[in-house]
Protein backbone atom coordinates (compact mmCIF):
# COMPACT_ATOMS: atom_id res chain seq x y z
CA UNK A 1 0.00 0.00 0.00
CA UNK A 2 0.77 3.46 -0.56
CA UNK A 3 -0.88 5.06 2.18
CA UNK A 4 -3.82 5.03 0.30
CA UNK A 5 -6.06 6.89 2.85
CA UNK A 6 -3.73 10.11 3.00
CA UNK A 7 -4.67 11.23 -0.33
CA UNK A 8 -8.66 11.07 0.11
CA UNK A 9 -8.77 14.67 1.91
CA UNK A 10 -6.27 16.00 -0.85
CA UNK A 11 -8.25 14.71 -3.83
CA UNK A 12 -11.48 16.17 -2.67
CA UNK A 13 -9.70 19.71 -2.24
CA UNK A 14 -7.36 19.52 -4.80
CA UNK A 15 -10.54 19.18 -6.82
CA UNK A 16 -11.41 23.04 -5.98
CA UNK A 17 -8.18 24.07 -8.28
CA UNK A 18 -9.17 21.95 -11.25
CA UNK A 19 -11.68 23.97 -12.51
CA UNK A 20 -12.83 27.35 -12.64
CA UNK A 21 -15.80 28.99 -10.67
CA UNK A 22 -18.20 29.59 -14.01
CA UNK A 23 -17.55 25.43 -14.71
CA UNK A 24 -19.24 24.34 -11.55
CA UNK A 25 -20.95 27.75 -10.09
CA UNK A 26 -20.32 26.79 -6.53
CA UNK A 27 -18.95 28.79 -3.72
CA UNK A 28 -15.50 27.73 -2.56
CA UNK A 29 -15.37 26.71 0.84
CA UNK A 30 -13.59 28.99 3.67
CA UNK A 31 -11.22 26.23 5.05
CA UNK A 32 -8.95 25.67 1.61
CA UNK A 33 -6.10 25.92 1.60
CA UNK A 34 -4.42 28.31 -1.67
CA UNK A 35 -2.22 26.77 -4.65
CA UNK A 36 1.12 28.71 -2.88
CA UNK A 37 0.40 27.12 0.23
CA UNK A 38 0.57 23.32 -0.67
CA UNK A 39 3.63 21.61 -1.28
CA UNK A 40 4.44 20.16 -4.18
CA UNK A 41 4.18 16.65 -2.50
CA UNK A 42 0.59 17.51 -1.58
CA UNK A 43 -0.15 17.08 -5.21
CA UNK A 44 0.95 13.93 -6.63
CA UNK A 45 -1.25 11.67 -4.95
CA UNK A 46 -4.53 12.96 -6.04
CA UNK A 47 -3.25 13.41 -9.40
CA UNK A 48 -2.60 9.69 -9.75
CA UNK A 49 -5.83 8.83 -8.20
CA UNK A 50 -7.77 10.72 -10.33
CA UNK A 51 -5.59 9.14 -13.65
CA UNK A 52 -6.08 5.56 -12.62
CA UNK A 53 -9.78 6.13 -11.70
CA UNK A 54 -10.25 7.87 -15.39
CA UNK A 55 -8.83 4.25 -17.10
CA UNK A 56 -11.54 2.60 -14.72
CA UNK A 57 -14.08 5.07 -15.90
CA UNK A 58 -13.47 4.36 -19.27
CA UNK A 59 -13.34 0.70 -18.94
CA UNK A 60 -16.87 0.86 -18.03
CA UNK A 61 -18.08 0.97 -21.67
CA UNK A 62 -14.58 -0.27 -23.17
CA UNK A 63 -14.74 -3.62 -21.62
CA UNK A 64 -18.24 -4.25 -22.79
CA UNK A 65 -17.09 -3.20 -26.34
CA UNK A 66 -14.20 -5.23 -26.41
CA UNK A 67 -16.69 -8.46 -25.17
CA UNK A 68 -14.92 -8.77 -21.23
CA UNK A 69 -18.04 -8.25 -19.97
CA UNK A 70 -21.84 -7.71 -20.89
CA UNK A 71 -24.49 -5.58 -19.26
CA UNK A 72 -27.01 -7.27 -16.50
CA UNK A 73 -28.93 -9.57 -18.96
CA UNK A 74 -26.17 -9.93 -21.28
CA UNK A 75 -26.83 -6.26 -22.61
CA UNK A 76 -24.31 -4.75 -24.87
CA UNK A 77 -23.21 -1.03 -24.41
CA UNK A 78 -24.43 1.70 -26.66
CA UNK A 79 -22.61 4.76 -27.92
CA UNK A 80 -20.71 6.38 -24.90
CA UNK A 81 -19.67 10.44 -24.28
CA UNK A 82 -17.01 8.68 -21.53
CA UNK A 83 -18.05 11.66 -19.44
CA UNK A 84 -16.80 10.44 -16.22
CA UNK A 85 -12.91 10.09 -18.59
CA UNK A 86 -13.23 13.33 -19.41
CA UNK A 87 -14.11 14.73 -15.83
CA UNK A 88 -11.28 12.75 -14.09
CA UNK A 89 -9.04 14.32 -17.15
CA UNK A 90 -9.77 18.13 -18.11
CA UNK A 91 -11.19 19.04 -14.34
CA UNK A 92 -8.70 16.93 -12.00
CA UNK A 93 -5.68 15.74 -13.23
CA UNK A 94 -4.32 18.21 -16.15
CA UNK A 95 -4.56 21.46 -14.52
CA UNK A 96 -3.03 19.84 -10.94
CA UNK A 97 -0.80 17.91 -13.33
CA UNK A 98 0.77 21.96 -14.14
CA UNK A 99 1.04 22.96 -11.31
CA UNK A 100 2.80 20.15 -10.23
CA UNK A 101 5.15 20.98 -13.08
CA UNK A 102 5.41 24.75 -12.03
CA UNK A 103 6.17 23.88 -8.71
CA UNK A 104 8.48 21.31 -9.85
CA UNK A 105 10.39 24.08 -12.03
CA UNK A 106 10.14 26.61 -9.39
CA UNK A 107 12.09 24.26 -7.19
CA UNK A 108 14.46 22.18 -9.78
CA UNK A 109 12.98 18.81 -8.50
CA UNK A 110 13.77 17.59 -12.34
CA UNK A 111 12.38 14.03 -11.43
CA UNK A 112 9.20 15.25 -9.79
CA UNK A 113 8.81 17.07 -13.15
CA UNK A 114 9.35 13.82 -15.12
CA UNK A 115 6.59 11.78 -13.35
CA UNK A 116 4.05 14.81 -13.93
CA UNK A 117 4.99 14.63 -17.70
CA UNK A 118 4.72 11.10 -17.71
CA UNK A 119 1.08 11.05 -16.40
CA UNK A 120 0.15 14.16 -18.44
CA UNK A 121 0.93 11.55 -21.23
CA UNK A 122 -1.36 9.26 -20.35
CA UNK A 123 -3.75 10.92 -19.55
CA UNK A 124 -3.47 12.51 -23.31
CA UNK A 125 -2.90 9.12 -24.47
CA UNK A 126 -6.10 8.09 -23.46
CA UNK A 127 -8.14 11.14 -24.21
CA UNK A 128 -7.26 11.67 -27.74
CA UNK A 129 -7.66 7.45 -28.07
CA UNK A 130 -11.23 7.98 -26.50
CA UNK A 131 -12.23 11.32 -28.49
CA UNK A 132 -9.49 11.99 -31.29
CA UNK A 133 -9.40 15.58 -31.57
CA UNK A 134 -8.97 17.12 -27.83
CA UNK A 135 -8.24 20.04 -26.06
CA UNK A 136 -4.49 20.27 -25.57
CA UNK A 137 -2.43 23.06 -26.32
CA UNK A 138 -5.00 25.76 -24.96
CA UNK A 139 -6.21 22.90 -22.44
CA UNK A 140 -5.90 23.77 -18.31
CA UNK A 141 -5.69 27.43 -18.69
CA UNK A 142 -8.44 28.38 -16.09
CA UNK A 143 -10.38 31.81 -16.66
CA UNK A 144 -8.13 33.09 -19.58
CA UNK A 145 -9.06 30.46 -22.14
CA UNK A 146 -13.04 29.04 -21.16
CA UNK A 147 -13.37 27.99 -24.74
CA UNK A 148 -10.03 26.07 -25.93
CA UNK A 149 -9.72 24.70 -29.41
CA UNK A 150 -8.84 20.76 -29.79
CA UNK A 151 -5.53 19.69 -31.33
CA UNK A 152 -5.63 16.97 -34.03
CA UNK A 153 -4.84 13.03 -32.78
CA UNK A 154 -1.53 13.50 -34.50
CA UNK A 155 -0.59 16.31 -32.81
CA UNK A 156 -1.68 14.78 -29.36
CA UNK A 157 0.85 11.65 -30.33
CA UNK A 158 3.55 13.77 -30.97
CA UNK A 159 2.84 15.69 -27.63
CA UNK A 160 2.84 12.94 -25.87
CA UNK A 161 5.97 11.39 -27.37
CA UNK A 162 7.73 14.22 -26.13
CA UNK A 163 6.52 14.36 -22.66
CA UNK A 164 7.55 10.98 -22.68
CA UNK A 165 11.16 11.62 -24.07
CA UNK A 166 11.71 14.74 -21.63
CA UNK A 167 10.63 12.83 -18.66
CA UNK A 168 13.45 9.43 -19.32
CA UNK A 169 15.79 12.34 -20.23
CA UNK A 170 15.42 13.71 -16.80
CA UNK A 171 15.18 10.68 -15.38
CA UNK A 172 17.95 9.50 -16.52
CA UNK A 173 20.30 12.43 -15.62
CA UNK A 174 20.30 13.16 -11.46
CA UNK A 175 18.20 15.52 -9.84
CA UNK A 176 20.04 18.13 -7.79
CA UNK A 177 17.14 19.18 -5.39
CA UNK A 178 16.18 19.01 -2.01
CA UNK A 179 12.55 17.44 -3.05
CA UNK A 180 12.67 13.75 -2.13
CA UNK A 181 9.56 11.77 -3.55
CA UNK A 182 7.84 8.93 -1.21
CA UNK A 183 4.79 8.02 -0.29
CA UNK A 184 2.59 10.07 -2.28
CA UNK A 185 3.61 8.46 -4.76
CA UNK A 186 1.18 5.74 -5.29
CA UNK A 187 2.84 3.57 -7.98
CA UNK A 188 6.39 2.87 -7.42
CA UNK A 189 6.79 4.87 -3.67
CA UNK A 190 9.25 7.20 -4.97
CA UNK A 191 11.54 4.26 -6.93
CA UNK A 192 12.84 6.90 -10.51
CA UNK A 193 14.23 3.69 -11.77
CA UNK A 194 10.85 2.16 -12.23
CA UNK A 195 9.25 5.58 -13.61
CA UNK A 196 12.15 5.60 -15.87
CA UNK A 197 10.84 1.89 -16.92
CA UNK A 198 7.58 2.90 -17.20
CA UNK A 199 8.12 5.86 -19.20
CA UNK A 200 9.84 3.73 -21.96
CA UNK A 201 7.37 1.28 -21.58
CA UNK A 202 4.21 3.34 -22.28
CA UNK A 203 6.23 4.96 -25.27
CA UNK A 204 6.39 1.76 -26.99
CA UNK A 205 2.96 1.02 -26.35
CA UNK A 206 2.01 4.57 -27.96
CA UNK A 207 4.57 3.47 -30.88
CA UNK A 208 2.99 0.42 -31.84
CA UNK A 209 -0.68 2.45 -31.87
CA UNK A 210 1.23 4.30 -35.05
CA UNK A 211 2.93 0.89 -36.65
CA UNK A 212 -0.35 0.30 -38.97
CA UNK A 213 -0.89 3.54 -39.72
CA UNK A 214 2.90 3.52 -41.20
CA UNK A 215 4.27 6.31 -38.99
CA UNK A 216 6.33 4.17 -36.82
CA UNK A 217 8.49 1.08 -37.63
CA UNK A 218 8.33 -2.31 -35.44
CA UNK A 219 12.09 -2.37 -34.90
CA UNK A 220 11.54 1.70 -33.38
CA UNK A 221 9.32 -0.07 -30.86
CA UNK A 222 11.38 -2.93 -30.31
CA UNK A 223 14.46 -0.59 -29.84
CA UNK A 224 12.11 1.23 -26.98
CA UNK A 225 10.80 -1.77 -25.23
CA UNK A 226 14.55 -3.12 -24.87
CA UNK A 227 14.57 -0.40 -21.93
CA UNK A 228 11.39 -0.81 -20.50
CA UNK A 229 9.88 -2.92 -17.73
CA UNK A 230 12.52 -5.90 -16.44
CA UNK A 231 9.53 -8.10 -13.84
CA UNK A 232 6.19 -7.93 -13.11
CA UNK A 233 7.68 -5.97 -10.04
CA UNK A 234 7.51 -2.64 -12.63
CA UNK A 235 4.03 -3.52 -13.00
CA UNK A 236 2.18 0.40 -13.00
CA UNK A 237 -0.94 0.03 -10.94
CA UNK A 238 -2.94 1.29 -8.08
CA UNK A 239 -4.15 -0.83 -5.00
CA UNK A 240 -7.08 -0.17 -2.53
CA UNK A 241 -8.03 -0.71 0.96
CA UNK A 242 -10.48 -1.83 3.02
CA UNK A 243 -11.56 2.40 3.73
CA UNK A 244 -10.98 3.27 0.11
CA UNK A 245 -12.43 0.23 -1.83
CA UNK A 246 -11.78 -1.00 -5.68
CA UNK A 247 -14.62 0.79 -7.30
CA UNK A 248 -14.87 -2.65 -9.02
CA UNK A 249 -15.62 -4.68 -6.11
CA UNK A 250 -18.48 -1.88 -5.63
CA UNK A 251 -19.82 -2.28 -9.08
CA UNK A 252 -19.58 -6.11 -9.63
CA UNK A 253 -19.89 -7.82 -5.75
CA UNK A 254 -21.85 -5.27 -3.80
CA UNK A 255 -23.78 -4.31 -5.87
CA UNK A 256 -24.81 -7.67 -7.29
CA UNK A 257 -25.03 -9.11 -3.55
CA UNK A 258 -27.47 -6.36 -3.25
CA UNK A 259 -29.31 -7.01 -6.09
CA UNK A 260 -28.42 -3.41 -8.00
CA UNK A 261 -26.79 -3.30 -11.60
CA UNK A 262 -23.85 -5.37 -12.15
CA UNK A 263 -21.83 -6.52 -15.14
CA UNK A 264 -21.19 -10.28 -16.21
CA UNK A 265 -18.60 -12.00 -18.44
CA UNK A 266 -18.72 -12.21 -22.12
CA UNK A 267 -18.96 -14.78 -24.26
CA UNK A 268 -15.77 -13.91 -26.25
CA UNK A 269 -13.45 -13.76 -22.71
CA UNK A 270 -15.12 -16.78 -21.41
CA UNK A 271 -14.75 -19.12 -24.97
CA UNK A 272 -11.10 -17.65 -25.66
CA UNK A 273 -10.45 -19.28 -21.82
CA UNK A 274 -12.16 -22.49 -21.38
CA UNK A 275 -11.19 -24.41 -24.47
CA UNK A 276 -14.06 -23.14 -26.89
CA UNK A 277 -11.89 -20.93 -29.69
CA UNK A 278 -8.55 -23.05 -28.65
CA UNK A 279 -9.03 -26.82 -27.94
CA UNK A 280 -6.45 -27.95 -25.20
CA UNK A 281 -4.68 -30.81 -26.60
CA UNK A 282 -3.71 -32.06 -22.74
CA UNK A 283 -6.00 -33.88 -19.97
CA UNK A 284 -4.54 -31.92 -17.44
CA UNK A 285 -6.36 -29.12 -18.93
CA UNK A 286 -10.54 -27.96 -19.04
CA UNK A 287 -9.74 -24.31 -18.69
CA UNK A 288 -7.23 -21.61 -18.71
CA UNK A 289 -5.75 -21.30 -15.05
CA UNK A 290 -6.56 -17.63 -15.19
CA UNK A 291 -10.13 -17.87 -15.65
CA UNK A 292 -11.30 -18.61 -12.08
CA UNK A 293 -9.11 -15.57 -11.10
CA UNK A 294 -11.57 -13.63 -13.38
CA UNK A 295 -15.10 -15.39 -12.65
CA UNK A 296 -17.06 -17.52 -11.31
CA UNK A 297 -19.79 -20.23 -12.57
CA UNK A 298 -23.12 -18.77 -11.04
CA UNK A 299 -24.78 -22.10 -10.77
CA UNK A 300 -23.54 -24.52 -8.46
CA UNK A 301 -24.75 -27.57 -10.93
CA UNK A 302 -22.93 -26.32 -13.63
CA UNK A 303 -19.81 -27.72 -14.36
CA UNK A 304 -19.27 -25.92 -18.01
CA UNK A 305 -18.03 -22.51 -18.14
CA UNK A 306 -20.33 -20.30 -20.38
CA UNK A 307 -19.94 -16.66 -21.09
CA UNK A 308 -22.90 -13.99 -21.82
CA UNK A 309 -23.12 -13.18 -25.20
CA UNK A 310 -22.94 -9.76 -25.95
CA UNK A 311 -26.48 -8.55 -26.45
CA UNK A 312 -27.80 -11.88 -26.75
CA UNK A 313 -30.60 -11.71 -23.93
CA UNK A 314 -28.56 -13.85 -21.15
CA UNK A 315 -27.92 -16.72 -23.53
CA UNK A 316 -24.34 -18.50 -24.11
CA UNK A 317 -22.93 -19.24 -27.76
CA UNK A 318 -24.51 -22.76 -27.50
CA UNK A 319 -27.78 -21.07 -27.16
CA UNK A 320 -28.02 -22.78 -23.62
CA UNK A 321 -28.17 -19.65 -20.36
CA UNK A 322 -24.98 -18.21 -19.56
CA UNK A 323 -23.46 -18.58 -16.31
CA UNK A 324 -20.28 -16.88 -15.65
CA UNK A 325 -20.44 -14.25 -12.98
CA UNK A 326 -17.80 -11.67 -11.91
CA UNK A 327 -15.74 -13.72 -9.06
CA UNK A 328 -15.80 -12.45 -5.70
CA UNK A 329 -12.45 -12.05 -4.29
CA UNK A 330 -10.98 -12.06 -8.08
CA UNK A 331 -7.75 -10.70 -8.97
CA UNK A 332 -9.60 -7.39 -9.99
CA UNK A 333 -12.78 -7.60 -7.90
CA UNK A 334 -11.50 -7.59 -4.27
CA UNK A 335 -11.66 -5.28 -1.74
CA UNK A 336 -7.76 -3.86 -2.07
CA UNK A 337 -7.68 -4.82 -6.00
CA UNK A 338 -5.62 -2.62 -7.81
CA UNK A 339 -6.28 -1.22 -11.07
CA UNK A 340 -3.59 -1.92 -13.20
CA UNK A 341 -2.43 1.02 -16.24
CA UNK A 342 0.51 -0.93 -17.92
CA UNK A 343 2.76 -4.30 -17.28
CA UNK A 344 5.37 -6.01 -17.52
CA UNK A 345 3.37 -8.96 -19.34
CA UNK A 346 2.08 -6.16 -21.64
CA UNK A 347 5.39 -4.93 -22.56
CA UNK A 348 6.54 -8.98 -23.56
CA UNK A 349 3.69 -8.86 -25.82
CA UNK A 350 4.68 -5.83 -26.98
CA UNK A 351 7.65 -7.19 -28.11
CA UNK A 352 6.16 -10.22 -29.46
CA UNK A 353 3.59 -8.25 -31.97
CA UNK A 354 6.82 -6.27 -33.11
CA UNK A 355 8.78 -8.39 -33.60
CA UNK A 356 6.02 -10.30 -35.56
CA UNK A 357 5.75 -7.83 -37.83
CA UNK A 358 8.91 -6.52 -38.37
CA UNK A 359 9.51 -10.28 -39.83
CA UNK A 360 6.72 -9.34 -42.00
CA UNK A 361 3.82 -10.67 -40.28
CA UNK A 362 0.58 -9.83 -41.24
CA UNK A 363 -2.80 -11.22 -39.15
CA UNK A 364 -2.94 -14.37 -41.45
CA UNK A 365 0.97 -15.25 -41.52
CA UNK A 366 2.46 -18.06 -39.79
CA UNK A 367 6.01 -17.94 -38.27
CA UNK A 368 8.27 -15.28 -35.89
CA UNK A 369 11.86 -14.51 -35.12
CA UNK A 370 12.59 -16.85 -31.95
CA UNK A 371 13.14 -13.84 -29.83
CA UNK A 372 9.52 -12.63 -30.70
CA UNK A 373 8.57 -16.29 -29.47
CA UNK A 374 10.67 -16.34 -26.27
CA UNK A 375 8.58 -12.76 -25.69
CA UNK A 376 5.68 -14.22 -26.03
CA UNK A 377 6.03 -17.10 -23.82
CA UNK A 378 7.40 -14.73 -21.02
CA UNK A 379 4.45 -12.60 -21.51
CA UNK A 380 2.32 -15.39 -20.71
CA UNK A 381 4.78 -16.75 -18.05
CA UNK A 382 4.29 -13.30 -16.14
CA UNK A 383 0.46 -13.09 -16.60
CA UNK A 384 0.47 -16.39 -14.53
CA UNK A 385 2.63 -15.21 -12.16
CA UNK A 386 0.76 -11.85 -11.33
CA UNK A 387 -2.33 -14.21 -11.53
CA UNK A 388 -0.74 -15.83 -9.03
CA UNK A 389 -1.47 -19.30 -10.74
CA UNK A 390 -0.04 -22.52 -11.97
CA UNK A 391 0.74 -21.84 -15.53
CA UNK A 392 3.07 -25.11 -16.80
CA UNK A 393 0.43 -27.18 -17.63
CA UNK A 394 -0.93 -24.59 -19.91
CA UNK A 395 2.21 -23.20 -20.99
CA UNK A 396 3.39 -26.64 -22.28
CA UNK A 397 0.23 -27.71 -24.03
CA UNK A 398 0.80 -27.80 -27.86
CA UNK A 399 -2.15 -25.10 -28.78
CA UNK A 400 -0.26 -22.74 -26.80
CA UNK A 401 3.37 -23.92 -26.82
CA UNK A 402 3.16 -23.98 -31.05
CA UNK A 403 7.00 -23.21 -31.58
CA UNK A 404 8.48 -19.73 -33.72
CA UNK A 405 7.23 -21.21 -37.13
CA UNK A 406 3.79 -22.14 -36.87
CA UNK A 407 2.86 -18.16 -34.40
CA UNK A 408 0.60 -16.44 -35.71
CA UNK A 409 -0.81 -13.15 -34.55
CA UNK A 410 -3.82 -14.21 -33.40
CA UNK A 411 -1.68 -16.64 -30.33
CA UNK A 412 0.04 -12.91 -29.58
CA UNK A 413 -3.24 -11.35 -29.49
CA UNK A 414 -5.17 -13.97 -27.40
CA UNK A 415 -2.56 -13.66 -24.94
CA UNK A 416 -2.31 -9.90 -24.73
CA UNK A 417 -6.60 -9.92 -24.51
CA UNK A 418 -6.85 -12.57 -21.98
CA UNK A 419 -3.67 -10.58 -19.31
CA UNK A 420 -5.10 -6.97 -20.14
CA UNK A 421 -8.52 -8.28 -18.84
CA UNK A 422 -10.50 -5.02 -17.72
CA UNK A 423 -7.78 -2.93 -19.17
CA UNK A 424 -8.90 -0.23 -21.51
CA UNK A 425 -5.75 -0.86 -23.95
CA UNK A 426 -7.77 -3.55 -25.30
CA UNK A 427 -9.98 -1.53 -27.41
CA UNK A 428 -6.92 0.53 -29.18
CA UNK A 429 -5.52 -3.52 -30.46
CA UNK A 430 -9.51 -4.20 -31.44
CA UNK A 431 -9.71 -0.84 -33.50
CA UNK A 432 -5.79 -1.57 -34.64
CA UNK A 433 -6.48 -4.17 -36.33
CA UNK A 434 -10.20 -3.33 -37.24
CA UNK A 435 -11.69 -5.84 -34.70
CA UNK A 436 -10.90 -9.08 -37.31
CA UNK A 437 -12.13 -12.25 -36.07
CA UNK A 438 -9.01 -13.41 -37.59
CA UNK A 439 -6.85 -12.07 -34.99
CA UNK A 440 -8.99 -11.77 -32.21
CA UNK A 441 -10.89 -15.51 -32.71
CA UNK A 442 -14.71 -15.97 -32.36
CA UNK A 443 -14.94 -12.60 -32.40
CA UNK A 444 -18.63 -11.21 -33.79
CA UNK A 445 -20.08 -8.33 -33.54
CA UNK A 446 -22.83 -7.55 -30.51
CA UNK A 447 -26.56 -9.07 -31.48
CA UNK A 448 -28.06 -6.39 -33.36
CA UNK A 449 -32.04 -6.52 -31.35
CA UNK A 450 -30.02 -5.36 -28.48
CA UNK A 451 -27.50 -3.06 -30.12
CA UNK A 452 -27.80 0.57 -30.61
CA UNK A 453 -30.62 1.31 -33.39
CA UNK A 454 -28.93 4.17 -35.72
CA UNK A 455 -25.68 1.89 -35.36
CA UNK A 456 -26.13 -1.92 -35.61
CA UNK A 457 -23.87 -4.02 -36.95
CA UNK A 458 -21.50 -1.52 -36.68
CA UNK A 459 -18.32 -1.54 -34.41
CA UNK A 460 -18.42 1.33 -31.99
CA UNK A 461 -14.74 2.83 -32.71
CA UNK A 462 -14.82 6.40 -30.06
CA UNK A 463 -16.65 8.43 -27.73
CA UNK A 464 -18.19 11.15 -28.75
CA UNK A 465 -17.85 14.35 -26.64
CA UNK A 466 -19.37 14.97 -23.34
CA UNK A 467 -22.54 16.99 -22.95
CA UNK A 468 -20.76 19.17 -20.88
CA UNK A 469 -18.16 20.16 -23.09
CA UNK A 470 -21.25 20.54 -25.91
CA UNK A 471 -23.06 22.98 -23.75
CA UNK A 472 -20.02 25.05 -22.47
CA UNK A 473 -17.77 25.22 -25.64
CA UNK A 474 -20.07 23.89 -28.25
CA UNK A 475 -18.86 26.17 -31.08
CA UNK A 476 -15.55 24.44 -30.88
CA UNK A 477 -16.83 20.88 -29.90
CA UNK A 478 -18.76 21.14 -32.90
CA UNK A 479 -16.08 20.92 -35.17
CA UNK A 480 -14.59 18.44 -34.40
CA UNK A 481 -17.84 16.00 -33.58
CA UNK A 482 -17.82 12.99 -35.46
CA UNK A 483 -20.19 9.62 -35.00
CA UNK A 484 -19.02 7.07 -32.68
CA UNK A 485 -17.83 4.92 -35.45
CA UNK A 486 -16.04 7.11 -37.72
CA UNK A 487 -12.26 6.11 -37.40
CA UNK A 488 -10.10 7.87 -35.11
CA UNK A 489 -6.94 8.99 -36.86
CA UNK A 490 -4.78 5.92 -36.36
CA UNK A 491 -7.26 4.14 -37.73
CA UNK A 492 -8.37 5.52 -40.28
CA UNK A 493 -7.13 4.20 -43.79
Known amino acids: MRNFNKIIYLVLLLGLFSCSKDYFEVNRPSGTADLDQLRINDLLAPVIYHTVEGQYSAELTYGN ?47 YGAIADILKAINIGIATDSWDFIPLSQASQGDNNLFPDFDSQEQAYN ?36 WLRAAYTLKARY ?48 ARNTGNFHNLLASQIVSTMNGDYYPFQSDALEIDP ?16 KGYVSGGGGLAPDGTPANVEFADGGYYTRVDAPIMIISYAEAQFIKAEAEFLANGGTATSVGTTEAGYQAYLEGI ?15 NDPAVDVG ?21 ETFVDFRRYDFSDEVFTGL ?32 VVQQYQETPVTPVWWDAD
Request: a negative charge; hydrophobic letters at 35%; proline letters at 3%.
Open 404 to 424: ADNLMLHHIMKEKYIHNFLNP
Open 444 to 475: TIREEEDSSGDYAGEWFRRATYPSTEINRNGD
Open 381 to 395: RASMAKYGVDGSDYI
Open 207 to 254: QLHLVNKGVVSPNEVLTTIENGFTSNDDDFQMFYDDRTINPRYSQEIL
Open 290 to 305: RLPVFGSIDNNEDTEW
Open 159 to 194: TLFSLLDGAIEALEAPDNSVINIGSEDLIYGGDTEQ
Open 65 to 111: YVQNFVGQGGTAAGETTAAGLWTRIYLYALPNIEVIKDKAAESGATH
